[in-house]
Nanobody, 124 residues
Framework: QVRVTESGGGLVQTGGSLRLSCSASARTSTGNAMGWFRQAPGKEREFVASISWNGGSTIYADSVKGRFSVSKDRATGSAFLQMNALMPGGRGVYYC?????????????????WGQGTQVTVSS
């Protein structure tokens, strides 16, 4: 069983930045994509960003393009989400997920293991 763990959430003012980290333990290889999703109160979990197994391909939700950046440490398989210019709409629980394949995409079904999430709060 792969255990996914996120960290780095917190409280930030509008326009501020946070960097989220994600690790996946007990994985048999580092050849999987990783994705970031968020869930605001009362809303469904939505796609934020994903990165392919080697970091060569990234996908972003339109709402975060130009402000968020996803990266990956190929040696460890850890993933990171740099969030800049955060807005109140960006608040919620951010989840990291381990992809089923090398390039998992936007669909939640493309991911097998999920972390418990880390809370991001953006004050106005």
């Amino acid at each position: 069983q792969v255990r996914v763990t996120e960290s780095g959430g917190g409280l930030v003012q509008t326009g501020g930045s946070l960097r989220l980290s994600c690790s996946a333990s007990a994985r048999t290889s580092t050849g999987n994509a990783m994705g970031w999703f968020r869930q605001a109160p009362g809303k469904e979990r939505e796609f934020v960003a994903s990165i392919s197994w080697n970091g060569g391909s990234t996908i972003y939700a339109d709402s975060v393009k130009g402000r968020f950046s996803v990266s990956k440490d190929r040696a460890t398989g850890s993933a990171f989400l740099q969030m800049n210019a955060l807005m109140p709409g960006g608040r919620g629980v951010y989840y990291c997920a381990d992809g089923r394949s090398a390039d998992a995409g936007r669909d939640r079904g493309g991911y097998t293991y999920w972390g418990q999430g880390t809370q991001v709060t953006v004050s106005s």
